[in-house]
């Protein structure tokens, strides 16, 4: 059987893409930063926790979360995701099933009605989930849902409901971790690097240079898709998807975006509704 595995789009190895939580009013300056260097990321936002309209940041705090106001102007058509972070920042894992799950859903209609988009994913406040509200929101339609799990790992989820992350960005071997993922080449299966905080840590700690070297390294590469959370996962989940003969020779991609595979050290590109052959 002619083996052949997922590249991303354009053909790409790598992927890279930022989860960043609360929805503070230092995500203005991580944005910055990101767009600087063209990475793309995912802010999970809790709805029913947004600062009063006018209050700036007062001297010596370090968190503050934007106002509805301001987050409908710094988020909107952004080029980032917006994604769930439960309505009230609660620990989900300590509530029952029903008003979990309804902390959840309120969040994802706040959000959706707020920025006039469907909203899919989200982060889990406190990393805390457990097996049945995984499952109940695997029913629910959310699509995935991080934790502050850390692998150190450039692996692919394989349960995004219990999605893990490469690494937070205080990390102490996070420039190692880049490093790895810029100089090595996946042998097989392509590479995530999955990158998580909160932007008001920058502030807290006083290191913004930790994601500015992190942004300047990783950035604007040739051989790197910068992605947010959903697009990440609706591609990975597209391939699935794809359809093979028994013999493995023909491939047929039924999604609506091309699809890339590497084949024997060749990238072939399958477009949305084709049928290849491989030779």
């Not at 002619?2 to 009013?25: C, H, I, Q, W």
């Not at 106001?69 to 309505?87: D, F, M, P, R, S």
């Not at 989820?157 to 102490?172: G, Y």
């Not at 097989?188 to 932007?199: A, D, I, N, R, T």
Request: hydrophobic share 35%.
């Amino acid at each position: 059987m002619p083996n052949f595995y997922m590249a991303f789009p354009g053909g790409k190895r790598k992927a890279l893409t930022l989860s960043y939580d609360d929805g503070v009013e230092q995500d203005i300056r991580l944005m910055k930063i990101m767009d600087q260097h063209g990475l793309k990321g995912t802010f999970n936002i809790s709805s029913g926790a947004y600062g009063p309209e006018g209050k700036k940041l007062e001297k010596g705090k370090f968190h503050r979360r934007l106002s509805y106001n301001e987050a409908t102007q710094v988020y909107t058509n952004c080029g980032h995701e917006v994604a769930i972070h439960a309505l009230e920042h609660t620990d989900l894992s300590a509530l029952p099933p029903s008003p979990a799950v309804w902390e959840v859903m309120k969040d994802k209609e706040n959000l959706e009605n707020q920025f006039g988009k469907i909203i899919r994913g989200m982060a889990y406040p406190f990393g805390s989930v457990n097996d049945e509200l995984a499952q109940t929101l695997r029913g629910a339609g959310i699509a995935y849902a991080r934790t502050t799990v850390s692998t150190c790992k450039f692996t692919i989820p394989t349960d995004w409901l219990k999605m893990p992350a490469t690494c937070h960005h205080k990390n102490p071997e996070l420039m190692n971790l880049a490093k790895k993922f810029i100089e090595e080449t996946p042998h097989w299966v392509p590479w995530l690097f999955y990158l998580w905080g909160h932007s008001y840590e920058f502030d807290q700690q006083d290191n913004w240079h930790v994601i500015e070297e992190f942004a300047e390294y990783m950035g604007n590469r040739d051989d790197i898709w910068y992605a947010t959370n959903i697009e990440i996962y609706d591609y990975v989940q597209a391939w699935r998807g794809m359809h093979c003969s028994a013999d493995g020779k023909r491939i047929f991609n039924p999604s609506w975006q091309p699809m890339w595979i590497v084949r024997k050290g060749e990238i072939l590109c399958v477009n949305s509704g084709e049928e290849i052959i491989l030779p």
